[in-house]
């Protein structure tokens, strides 16, 4: 067996080869770190990243459809897409809230510009299913990269989102139903935004 002064001399000369390393990646050290609390895949931690990215993603292309809707009078549904738009800035402060507590690193990434060049409603609310549809399957990816490393801290965080993305696809996909109903119930657009700006006040 190596002396204890031995090992101590290997171990000083591994962690300086570590730290001077020409070659050593950022991405490397970086999975390290993560690896030596939970051993999740390199696949896991790309996808956790990317999640953040998408949710404040998300919060713009909210925030994007307010200011659309508000620049044309239609107030309630302004109100409603401001108020999806917090819940999804939320959504990632929660995720680096999580990341945090579990000594998860986490980059922040660039934000693409959200689409603003819609000519009617029922284009607006077409993104916003799609967002939310994307949105789904980029979670499922996550929890699968999670169930694979069997990382179940992960898995019990994300099922809350999971219900919501349920929650949010039927009520998107409801409400596009009735922008679409506009041409034969005329009127029905005003008492849709009326509802929505209600919702989103709490009244």
């Given at each position: ?103 998860i690193p986490v980059r922040l990434q660039e934000l693409p ?91």
């Open positions: 067996m190596k002396s204890a002064h031995a090992l101590l001399t290997s171990s000083l000369l591994l962690s300086t080869t570590t730290a001077f390393a020409p070659h050593a990646s950022k991405k490397k050290i970086f999975m390290e770190s993560f690896a030596s609390i939970t051993g999740p895949s390199e696949d896991l931690l790309d996808l956790f990243n990317n999640q953040v990215t998408k949710e404040f993603s998300a919060s713009q292309l909210y925030l994007s459809a307010s200011m659309w809707f508000n620049n044309r009078e239609w107030e309630g549904m302004a109100s409603y897409m401001l108020a999806e738009s917090a819940e999804e800035r939320d959504h990632g402060l929660s995720f680096i809230e999580f990341a945090n507590k579990r000594n510009a959200p689409n603003c060049d819609w000519t009617s409603p029922e284009q607006v609310w077409e993104d916003i299913l799609n967002l939310e549809q994307t949105n789904t399957r980029s979670l499922l990816k996550v929890a699968e990269a999670a169930s694979k490393c069997q990382d179940f801290a992960v898995l019990a965080f994300l099922n809350p989102f999971h219900m919501e993305q349920v929650d949010s696809e039927d009520k998107i996909n409801t409400i596009l139903a009735k922008v679409r109903d506009e041409n034969r119930t005329p009127g029905l657009l005003r008492q849709l935004d009326h509802e929505l700006g209600s919702e989103a006040s709490g009244a």
